[in-house]
């Protein structure tokens, strides 16, 4: 069946480090794979979109690889602030259009000061 | 620009108490709607999903129903919540199946 693993339930970092998040997943082929940001008692809120074909995509503070060889995607925020603390989301998205996305359980992210 | 609006925020109900949750979608036609459970600490689980007025999919077999009276209106639903309910209910929406998820601000239900 279809998996979707994230690499750790929690993380922690050092301000002004880069925070790498990872994704991996079994028995799927994804169009595309997309990260989202959920804060405490919030919904998730999409941050990035990757396609099967690209291998790196970059916005602002954020860059997301994809490897579909490894099926591994990469999050990482550089330069981190206390603001970036949130539970990260993975998401995978299939070729069809009776596709549903899966989301993996996430990642919980904080960065003290 | 689109919204999407979840009531109530927060609920407290006792076991084998009904249950009616209420999503809608403003900005947008005929999205697809989803709705999903979240455990505390847990990842997203999707219990419904609908392409149109009246098409519901279920993916968990329990006791929740879905229902989608209006273009964009979801219902969330139940005739006797257990303790296994509880959780922190999302709904969201999209403009195909394969496009990006706009969720809602939640409803966190505690069944006692």
């Known amino acids: 069946s279809q998996k979707i693993e994230q690499n750790s339930e929690a993380l922690n970092i050092q301000e002004g480090k880069t925070a790498t998040l990872t994704c991996n997943y079994t028995?799927?082929?994804?169009?595309?794979l997309q990260w989202y940001r959920q804060d405490p008692g919030r919904g998730p809120v999409f941050l990035l979109l990757i396609r099967e074909n690209e291998k790196e995509k970059r916005k602002e503070r954020l860059k997301v690889t994809f490897d579909t060889t490894l099926k591994q995607s990469l999050f990482h925020i550089t330069a981190s602030q206390p603001a970036d603390s949130a539970t990260y989301l993975c998401a995978l998205v299939g070729y069809s259009s009776a596709s549903k996305i899966i989301f993996g359980s996430g990642t919980r992210l904080s960065i003290r000061p | 620009s689109q919204t999407i609006h979840q009531w109530p925020a927060t609920l407290v109900q006792p076991v084998g108490s009904p249950l009616s949750l209420e999503c809608t979608v403003e900005?947008?036609?005929?999205?697809?709607l989803y709705w999903y459970r979240q455990a505390a600490g847990r990842g997203l689980q999707l219990l419904f999903y609908?392409?149109?007025?009246?098409?519901i999919s279920s993916e968990v077999p329990q006791n929740l129903s879905a229902s989608r009276p209006q273009d964009r209106q979801f219902i969330l639903s139940s005739k006797k919540l257990l303790l296994s309910d509880s959780g922190f209910y999302l709904c969201?929406?999209?403009?195909?199946?394969?496009?990006?998820?706009?969720f809602g601000p939640g409803t966190r239900l505690t069944v006692l």
């Open positions: 609908s392409v149109g007025i009246g098409q």
């Open positions: 028995n799927y082929s994804p169009a595309y």
């Open positions: 900005g947008t036609s005929n999205p697809n």
């Open positions: 969201a929406w999209s403009a195909g199946s394969t496009d990006t998820q706009y």
